[in-house]
């Protein structure tokens, strides 16, 4: 486990799992709406991506085409990340990689 944390302002539980070259993240939710295509939904939630610049990538797919949610900041990580939709309007995310720096 990387991680586990309360969020009081959703009374829901983060739960941050360490999968080898994968990370999952499991999320509890008191009454999660049923619609698979949003991200706070119940079961598979949707996939996400690490990247090294993330500014770059939305400037990418906004060059496809494809709208991004405005990039949040994760408050327990400080990494940022957006959304953006499928072909098929599931969610998919980008998680900008943390580049560590040595001095």
Same mark, same amino acid.
């Given at each position: ?17 360490? =999968? ?7 999320? %509890? ?7 698979? %295509?949003r ?24 060059? =496809?085409g494809v ?10 990580s ?21 580049? %560590?720096?040595?001095?």
């Amino acid at each position: 486990m990387i991680r586990e944390v309360y969020r009081a302002e959703r009374e829901s539980w983060k739960c941050d799992l360490d =999968a080898g070259n994968a990370q999952i993240e499991l999320f %509890s939710f008191p009454a999660p709406p049923p619609r698979p %295509s949003r991200p706070e939904a119940r079961g598979l939630r949707h996939l996400a991506f690490n990247v090294d610049d993330l500014d770059a990538e939305v400037a990418r797919l906004a060059a =496809a085409g494809v709208v991004c949610e405005p990039v949040r900041v994760d408050e327990y990580s400080g990494q940022r990340f957006t959304f953006f939709a499928d072909p098929d309007g599931l969610p998919l995310e980008l998680y900008e990689r943390v580049i %560590s720096q040595s001095a």
